[in-house]
């Protein structure tokens, strides 16, 4: 029998990481190991996967010689970036170089790296439609990753471009119903009455996980992931039937949602935007079969908040 190939797997405490890793670790007869690499081996999340059976491994993105180490020996690797720990662009494309170069030199056979569009293909910056934030961007977090995708490209790394979607899980946290004035729970989202592309987080490490078991075939290709295509009030629905009591949707401007003033609401607001203007582009840049070709336990929202309902906090 031959020797299990290794997954190196960046950023294995976090959503999209550790949800490759468990993809990996559920199946013991894949033909795949699951290295995890993370900064803090000793970290909860990071004992976890080491009890369920992970290789673990220290690694810093701001470290581009513990890179080299972590992938020694790997077959693949799935790199990804994590701009909501320090909501700086110029972060992100240094980390994504910093992978791509350490995968080159690695000889890394199939690198699949968690990408996003580039905004500004469709709304360039004197486009006064969204506005430009940063100086340089409209969907910071979105156009990091987009232009990040040529060092890949540009290092000759046999790479796959996974696109993902609005994680559900974000419903967990502040995105989630909320009770308004009367009590009634409210979805409050800027959206209008166009269909959000989602999916739930470790759904998207159980497709990374299909695109390494097909070998080549999604290698050098863009391949977009959801579990699910609704609207607003669709979603609400939704929460109505898995809550036992009714969910209104609130659709409001996204210059409304750029106000509310936590942390990245400006680059939220634009991001939503987005979603909602290039709704169909958007959506049809992941058609649900592909995520299921690669995934075929893919939870729909129906299922994936059937499971989750009980963390819901209405507040």
């Known amino acids: 029998m031959a020797e299990p190939k290794i997954i190196a797997v960046m950023g294995a405490t976090g959503a999209q990481g550790g949800g490759v890793v468990r993809a990996i670790l559920d199946d013991p007869s894949g033909g795949f190991v699951a290295r995890a690499i993370t900064r ?7 004992k976890a996967l080491a009890k369920l059976g992970a290789e673990m491994v220290a690694a810093d993105l701001d470290d581009p010689a513990s890179l080299k180490e972590a992938l020694a020996d790997a077959y693949g690797v799935y790199c990804v970036t994590f701009y909501w720990a320090h909501l700086s662009p110029e972060k992100e494309l240094a980390h ?8 080159k030199e690695a000889g890394i056979a199939h690198a699949i790296w968690s990408t996003l569009e580039d905004t500004r293909q469709w709304i360039p910056l004197t486009d006064d439609r969204m506005p430009t934030l940063m100086g340089k961007y409209k969907v910071p977090h979105f156009d990091a990753k987009g232009e990040a995708d040529h060092f890949f490209v540009d290092a000759g790394v046999p790479t796959t471009f996974l696109l993902a979607s609005f994680y559900w899980d974000n419903f967990i946290t502040n995105m989630g119903p909320k009770r308004g004035p009367d009590g009634t729970p409210t979805l409050t989202l800027p959206m209008g009455d166009e269909k959000l592309a989602g999916i739930a987080a470790e759904d998207i490490g159980k497709c990374a996980y299909g695109a390494f078991k097909a070998g080549r075939d999604y290698i050098g290709k863009r391949v977009g992931i959801a579990s699910d295509h609704l609207t607003g009030t669709e979603i609400a629905a939704a929460f109505t039937r898995a809550l036992g009591q009714e969910v209104r949707y609130q659709a409001v401007p996204p210059e409304i949602y750029r106000s509310f003033g936590f942390p990245g609401a400006d680059d939220l607001g634009n991001m939503f935007q987005f979603y909602r203007d290039f709704a169909d582009e958007f959506c049809a840049a992941r058609p649900v079969a592909v995520a299921r070709a690669l995934n075929p336990a893919l939870q729909t929202f129906d299922v994936w908040l059937a499971r989750n309902k009980d963390r819901i906090q209405l507040g």
């Not at 803090?40 to 990071?46: E, L």
């Not at 994504?96 to 995968?103: F, G, L, N, P, Y």
Request: proline content about 0%.
């Open 40 to 46: 803090d081996v000793k970290s909860d999340r990071a």
């Open 96 to 103: 994504a170089k910093a992978m791509a170069t350490a995968a």
